[in-house]
């Protein structure tokens, strides 16, 4: 199964619209999409607007890979459980995000590898071809890194004592 | 008579939902030990930490005010009922508010930017400056001498 998320945010057409155009072509795959507010119904993948965290855990353990907004809670969650994450950016500039951080959130990370980036529509239907192609990274850890537990205890420390 | 013995020492751990709560969540290791309480903007969230007190207050952000008003009520009773020795939040709105009444009352307070934020600090995060003790980004490149300082992310 693959799991398509757009979050909380608002809606995010471009994305559901373009994974369900793929879906149409591709019966093979199942997928669950999350669409939000958006005006767009899919026909070619089982969908709800809203999933409370809970089940959106469920779902994330149960798909094979996982694409999504550039929204860093879905790409930590999917990262914990080493699934394969393709993320598109929302777009400020086509009122899909209040700023643009989505895009620096993208290819920052895409930059490091941890997730693959599509920039659009066009791009995104290029990697969905490719699909077969994508591997599952080993599962990040499920902590912050250590120089960051290790400040927060320093201060902690500094401020509170011994726990 | 019992001895009296110390409570522990308090933390309030602060985040709004989805992504704020995950970067919060993979923070726990570093709470160990003390008294955690949290407080967030989904009630189901307490199923996730069945051991911890977990409170709700209505989401908002800066550019809706009645919905701040109704968030600084919200923190304002969780920080008179939890009566917290440190403060600590990864965003977004609901953290810069606890923050604000933290600091007033002289509580230590601690500030990660969301690591989403990856070009320019959030604009809660550029006023928690003012409240925090330990201000903190995720991304060196926004590092600055005054703060916010760079130790490390979340991932």
Redo the contacts between chains.
Sequence with gaps: MILVTVGTQGPFDRLVRTVDAWAQQHPEWSCFAQIGAGEYEPTAMEFARTLDPNRFEELLQEARMVIAHAGMGTILKALELGKPVLVMPRRASLGEQRNEHQLATAEKLGGRGLVQVAMDEAELSERLAQIDTWVASKPIAESASPELLGALRAFFRQHLGEP | MSPKVPR??R?LAVAS???????LM?????????DVAFCSV?P??Q??LPNHRVYTVHDSNASHKLGVLRTAWGIWRVLRKEKP??V?STGAAPGGLALFFAKRRGL?T?W?D???????L?LSGQKAGAYA??W?T??PELAREGGPHY?????
């Design positions: 522990k020492k933390i939902g989805g992504g704020h709560w995950i970067q993979r923070l726990r290791p570093a709470l160990e030990g003390y989904h189901e969230y199923a996730q020795d440190l600590l230590p601690v990660i969301s690591i989403a934020n990856a070009e320019v959030s003790d330990l903190l995720q991304w130790e490390g992310s979340v991932l």
